[in-house]
């Protein structure tokens, strides 16, 4: 069975710091370029990082820069996301998608999401 699979999240206070991992099954990522997204309640879906299928490009939102790294393990079929000195707005459902290139036009693969709740 084809699946991505997020694990990792969970209450974290402001400040603090989480790694999300993205793992795949039955499938590999070596031929697949990741993207992290994020949903919090009552807004929409955006964007958070992506790397290539080398990791030759790399990607990251303007509100996740300099806090967040994106890095890949193709051995272990995993995608990470560290993320540091989480704020409040960081709070969110994190989800992983896979895409055969940065240039394809939509998704193959979407993991179930993972919580991520930032609060004192």
């Known amino acids: 069975q084809l699946q991505l699979v997020e694990s990792g999240g969970g209450l974290v206070q402001p400040g603090g710091s989480l790694r999300l991992s993205c793992t795949a099954s039955?499938?590999?990522?070596?031929?697949?370029?990741i993207s992290w997204f994020r949903q919090a309640p009552g807004k929409e879906r955006e964007g958070v990082s992506c790397?290539?299928?080398?990791?030759?490009?790399?990607e990251y939102a303007d509100s996740v820069k300099g806090r967040f790294t994106i890095s890949r393990d193709n051995a272990k079929n995993t995608v990470y996301l560290q993320m540091s000195g989480l704020k409040a707005e960081d709070t969110a459902v994190y989800y992983c998608?896979?895409?055969?290139?940065?240039?394809?036009?939509?998704?193959?693969?979407w993991g179930q999401g993972t919580q991520v709740t930032v609060s004192s």
């Open positions: 998608a896979a895409r055969r290139s940065i240039w394809s036009s939509s998704y193959d693969y």
């Open positions: 039955g499938f590999t990522l070596d031929y697949y370029a």
């Open positions: 790397i290539s299928r080398r990791s030759s490009t790399i």
